[in-house]
């Protein structure tokens, strides 16, 4: 059982409950310290104080003043009136990340709603209901308003959900589990809607698929290297030393390692080439930087998971607005993560270029196919990857820039979050068959050194591919493979890290 405290939920544990369904409960310490910050609103609602978003109205109405026997329909019209989203609905697991990351920070204690809207979204983690969640709508401050006004909805017994395979009006969803809805009273509409989940959510999975990805470039990499029987010369320790990125330096280990005991590299050591391609020779530089870009983007997002990021929040007697709900912290470095892996998909396609190019690829067979010329082998290959990397190229064009004025331009700056939340994830998924072609590629490749083998190591990674597509024998239809490959590659079955 995970208990949310709002102070230490990792990336890890995110993928633990939405993919694995591990089931969460409140922490007892988080629970006292959100009762103490609810009698805090509670005690100043009956003062003649003005809070935003409790007694007043929201945005461009923040000065609308709200009478007291009007406070819950204030906070039930905010949830309504702000589930506006459009679009593909996001993925369950999303979904999932989404309402445990909002559980996690209304129980920091700082949000001054009850515990049982905590308990209720843990509640329905548990059960796996799942609000039907639009996926655009949200331009990232205040927060993920459409995105998490739709999953409120379901709270209220309003909206619809997911359950047992079954879209589901919310309140027969919550039923379906044995759960109720609740009424919001003061402040918790407004303290469900507020914040960068949604984004966040998007951006953690992501970005874990991310980094098995530039782990799998590495042993990719190596593969093609030793199939155009190419030198690790430019992966020595010492030159990476002498410049010493932490990326890089991984990744020239990696592949240092991965070629060690090559018997393709011992056949050609006095061949007299002197240096490699960039594609291959400063793959540790092209792949470290990739790494040392979703480094920053796990550092920010392990920041945000224990953040309070709705508005306005409670510090003792005392409530303060500010705008800790704006997405510009997350919103670039995931555009930059985007942009990391538009860099991963084009040396990665470079390489597949490579292999099947009869002009650079060091003897193999004309496009790696058998009877070149009555057979195509290999070539559509990397034309569908070409294909791709301009896919990613494409979404490597920042979203964070792209502010435009909402709420009567009271929110006159906002961050499109959101939207480099889903750009990266699209990225992710171009760059994975990307990497799964080149290590299609690489492998017939490899089957033409025979009967010399590359290193141990990297000879896993070899076989890894070859058990979800065969040797090419003759032409035949390549999309099956490439989805073999590449779910390969998104369970890790390539993701050989050195030793």
Request: aromatic share 2%; charged share 20%.
């Amino acid at each position: 059982m995970l208990e949310l405290d709002g102070e230490s939920l990792t990336l890890e544990q995110v993928r633990g409950v939405a993919l694995d369904f591990e089931p969460v409960a409140l922490d007892p310490e988080a629970r006292r310290r959100m009762e103490a910050s609810r009698a805090a609103v509670e005690q100043l609602l009956l003062g003649d104080a003005v809070v935003y978003g409790v007694n007043t109205g929201v945005g461009q109405l923040a000065d609308v003043r709200i009478e007291a026997g009007d406070l819950p329909r204030l906070q039930l019209n905010l949830v309504r009136s702000h589930a506006a989203g459009v679009g593909p609905p996001l993925e369950d697991a999303v979904v999932r990340a989404m309402m445990l990351i909002r559980a996690n920070v209304l129980a920091k204690g700082l949000s001054g709603i009850r515990p049982q809207v905590a308990e209720l979204l843990c509640g329905m983690l548990n059960r796996a209901v799942h609000p039907v969640t639009p996926s655009r709508g949200s331009v990232g401050a205040s927060g993920d308003l459409a995105p998490l006004a739709h999953m409120a909805l379901v709270l209220v017994g309003e909206g619809e959900a997911r359950a047992g395979g079954d879209r589901l009006p919310g309140r027969e969803a919550l039923a379906r589990a044995g759960l109720a809805p609740i009424e919001l009273e003061a402040k918790e509409g407004i303290s469900l809607l507020n914040g960068t989940q949604a984004m966040l959510a998007v951006g953690c999975l992501a970005l874990l698929e991310a980094e098995t990805l530039v782990e799998t470039a590495d042993v990719v990499c190596a593969l093609t290297l030793d199939a155009l029987r190419g030198t690790p010369a430019a992966f020595d320790p010492r030159l990476h030393r002498a410049r010493p990125h932490p990326g890089q330096a991984i990744s020239a280990r990696n592949l240092a390692s991965l070629l060690e005991g090559s018997e393709i590299r011992a056949s050609h050591l006095e061949c007299g080439r002197v240096q490699d391609a960039y594609s291959l020779r400063c793959a540790p530089q092209v792949h470290g930087a990739v790494r040392d870009a979703l480094a920053q983007a796990r550092r920010a997002f392990s920041i945000e998971l224990n953040s309070a990021t709705d508005n306005p929040l409670v510090f003792g007697a005392e409530v303060l607005s500010g705008g800790n709900f704006h997405g510009q912290p997350l919103a670039i470095p995931m555009d930059t993560a985007a942009v990391a892996l538009a860099a991963l998909a084009g040396i990665s396609e470079r390489r597949a270029e490579r292999l099947v190019n009869p002009q650079l690829n060091e003897g193999l067979p004309a496009f790696l196919a058998g009877q070149a010329g009555l057979e195509s082998g290999l070539m559509m290959l990397q034309v569908t990857a070409a294909a791709l990397a301009a896919q990613t190229r494409l979404l490597a064009t920042p979203a964070s820039v792209h502010s435009i004025p909402t709420s009567g331009n009271k929110e006159d700056f906002v961050s499109m979050g959101m939207e480099a939340a889903l750009k990266f994830a699209q990225a992710v998924d171009a760059t994975r068959q990307v990497l799964a072609i080149e290590a299609i590629c690489a492998a017939q490749g490899l089957d033409y050194r025979l009967p010399l083998k590359t290193g141990p190591r990297a000879q896993e990674g070899y076989q890894a591919v070859r058990s979800a597509a065969p040797s090419l024998r003759q032409d035949r239809p390549l999309s099956g493979d490439i989805a073999a490959v590449t779910e390969l590659i998104r369970r890790g079955g390539l993701r050989l890290t050195s030793r």
